[in-house]
């Protein structure tokens, strides 16, 4: 009876220790990527490396690539092969560069898209006059042009797979990349 007694406590104390969350370094029981019991980001506590990266309780930590999406926008569209600026492009730019302006450590690429159709070369070559053309816009809104690249992924990388009006004109974009 003793025997059982004492395995019953240790199944027990062992059921207990399992239960909590594990500490994080800060000495805060691990979340879903909040902030800990000191108000200090804990980016481990994801559970997996990176899941929420630039989030602090749920919102995006300011400077963070999270919040230049929420707040912001980080991308702008075009038409086919065009790499003119609309002036709903120009607004987002406009808010792109005001934000920019508020963190000025912060470096940038800007990404050229396209859709599926045309060949891969006429397509990087749009995808680079997109991103260029993006990045002048930023640059006579005052951003020094040293905090921004360039690159061309052409149709590569599609942020729509679909052979649609619908798929291609969210494909044809300049996407802004917090380094």
Not at 99 to 120: A, M, Q
Not at 156 to 176: D, F, H, L, Y
Request: proline share 3%; hydrophobic share 40%; net charge positive.
């Amino acid at each position: 009876m003793r025997f059982n007694s004492i395995l019953m406590v240790a199944a027990l104390a062992a059921l207990t220790a399992c239960a909590g969350a594990p500490p994080d370094s800060t000495g805060s029981a691990a979340g879903n990527g909040a902030a800990g019991a000191n108000g200090g980001y804990n980016a481990s506590a994801a559970g997996t490396a990176g899941a929420n990266q630039g989030q602090i309780a749920g919102r995006a930590a300011p400077g963070s690539e999270q919040e230049l999406k929420q707040t912001v926008g980080d991308r702008i569209f075009f038409s086919t092969d065009k790499s003119d600026i609309s002036a709903e492009a120009r607004t987002t730019l406009q808010r792109q560069a005001e934000w920019l302006k508020r963190y000025p450590n912060i470096i940038v690429s800007i990404e050229g898209h396209c859709d599926e159709r045309g060949t891969r070369e006429y397509n990087l070559a749009l995808g680079a006059r997109r991103a260029e053309a993006a990045k002048q816009v930023l640059v006579a809104l005052g951003i020094d042009p040293g905090r921004m690249t360039t690159i061309t992924y052409g149709k590569e990388r599609p942020a729509v797979v679909g052979s649609n009006e619908a798929a291609w004109a969210q494909n044809r974009r300049a996407v802004t990349v917090v380094q």
